[in-house]
């Protein structure tokens, strides 16, 4: 599995700050109120990626053996690649939604008319909170990379059964 790029990072955040810009746009032109995200929004994307980090720790202590002297329980690998693409898929998220924040921000600073300080201060920390889980993101899935085996780099022998498994 290839680690998250800045590509598809950067990709999300534009699809969120034109979408941010838009939604707005839409409500305005409609003659509702801009959109202003919770303050809740931030919060639980600190949490998450708190949640995150703390369940990629025990993968990235039993490959690395950080602890010398204790015995390492092996790794589930079904448990690592859950937490690797949770980490793929909360980077993502995070970058969308501080995109979407930026662009409800930018789309608000545009207009003659300054908002209130509280509906600016959400969206602030609506981006905030998204930069923060692409970051802890960003660390989980560092942390349930393994190292690179010296064999790995060898060609192995030729799979003498045509792709069958043992148990055919």
């Not at 950067?10 to 303050?39: C, E, K, N, R």
């Not at 949490?47 to 990629?56: E, N, P, S, T």
Request: contains cysteine.
């Amino acid at each position: 599995m290839k680690r998250t790029g800045p590509v598809p990072l950067l990709s999300a955040a534009v699809i969120g700050v034109v979408s941010g810009f838009l939604i707005d746009q839409l409500l305005t032109a409609g003659g509702q109120p801009t959109f202003t995200p919770s303050l809740m929004l931030p919060v639980l994307l600190v949490l998450l990626g708190a949640i995150l980090v703390a369940l990629a720790l025990p993968i990235r202590r039993a490959t690395s053996g950080a602890v010398p002297g204790v015995a390492t329980r092996p790794v589930d690998p079904f448990y690592a690649v859950r937490i690797a693409m949770l980490a793929r898929a909360s980077s993502l998220v995070g970058a969308l939604v501080a995109g979407v924040a930026v662009g409800l921000l930018a789309f608000v600073l545009t207009r003659p008319v300054l908002p209130s300080l509280g509906s600016v201060s959400a969206v602030i920390a609506a981006a905030a909170g998204g930069i923060v889980l692409v970051v802890a993101a960003l660390v989980a899935e560092h942390l349930c990379t393994i190292r690179k085996d010296d064999d790995d780099d060898q060609p192995g022998p030729a799979d003498p059964g045509f792709g069958l498994s043992h148990n055919d």
